[in-house]
């Protein structure tokens, strides 16, 4: 079955940076689109950035573009999320998804890791 693991959160001062990454399986990681998501103190589900079996990448949250960077190795299975310039308002917990749906911030379907937390203070 489809198996995701999120790793590399932690705690960071603000303008520090964090690289997730996730460990994809059961599947053909190739051929999937893939997002990272992500869930505040507080706050719904927003999608943070995908990136198509083709290498295309969309940023969804307008505060991360230029600070954070998706991608994906399909040799390794692997998908990441370079955060850079991180913000107090980064902090949540994130997540790796296949086909992740989510409607009024509740996740309502899709493969999705355990997430992995960051938390961005001084």
């Known amino acids: 079955q489809v198996q995701l693991v999120e790793s590399g959160g932690g705690s960071v001062q603000p303008g520090g940076s964090l690289r997730l990454s996730c460990a994809a399986s059961?599947?053909?990681?190739?051929?999937?689109?893939m997002t990272w998501l992500r869930q505040g103190p507080g706050k719904g589900i927003e999608r943070v950035a995908e990136?198509?079996?083709?290498?295309?990448?969309?940023y969804c949250v307008e505060s991360v573009k230029g600070r954070f960077t998706i991608s994906r190795d399909n040799a390794k299975n692997a998908l990441y999320l370079q955060m850079n310039n991180l913000k107090p308002e980064d902090t949540a917990v994130y997540y790796c998804a296949k086909d992740p749906a989510v409607l009024g911030g509740i996740r309502i379907g899709g493969a999705w890791g355990q997430g992995t937390e960051v938390k961005v203070s001084s």
């Open positions: 059961g599947f053909t990681f190739s051929e999937a689109d």
């Open positions: 990136i198509l079996s083709g290498g295309g990448t969309i």
